[in-house]
């Protein structure tokens, strides 16, 4: 499966951004999804995830009750709204995929469980 990140931006502390994630392929609604970020200098951390039959769910700490992560699979597309964003968030957002057969409520927070990645899409938030 080949995902492609869009909805990235320049917003201010406060705002809100929806990050979109299309997917290719018939089988898109047996991947779990996830969404990852990666800071300057950081290592990529984990945001939240996403099982393939949308019926569960998972955040980071960090964006628990900001974020929200849905998926829609007759689109093959998975988003995550994200409001009341922090400078601390500032971060290049990737999308990533999972593949759950037999599996339709696993979520994976896993980096390394993932299989397919997105080319990520930059967030910067200005204070």
């Known amino acids: 499966v080949q995902l492609q990140a869009s909805g990235g931006g320049l917003v201010q502390a406060g705002g809100s951004l929806r990050l979109s994630c299309a997917a290719s392929?018939?089988?898109?609604?047996?991947?779990?999804m996830g969404w990852f970020r990666q800071a300057p200098g950081k290592e990529r951390e984990f945001v939240a995830a996403i099982s393939w039959s949308g019926g569960s769910t998972y955040y980071a700490d960090s964006v628990k009750g900001r974020f929200t992560i849905s998926r829609d699979n007759a689109k093959n597309t998975v988003y995550l709204q994200m409001n009341s964003l922090k400078p601390e968030d500032t971060a290049v957002y990737y999308c990533?995929?999972?593949?759950?057969?037999?599996?339709?409520?696993?979520?994976?927070?896993?980096?390394?469980?993932?299989?397919?990645w997105g080319q990520g899409t930059q967030v910067t938030v200005s204070s």
């Open positions: 990533a995929a999972d593949r759950q057969v037999g599996r339709p409520d696993v979520v994976v927070v896993t980096t390394a469980l993932y299989d397919y």
């Open positions: 392929g018939r089988t898109f609604s047996s991947y779990a």
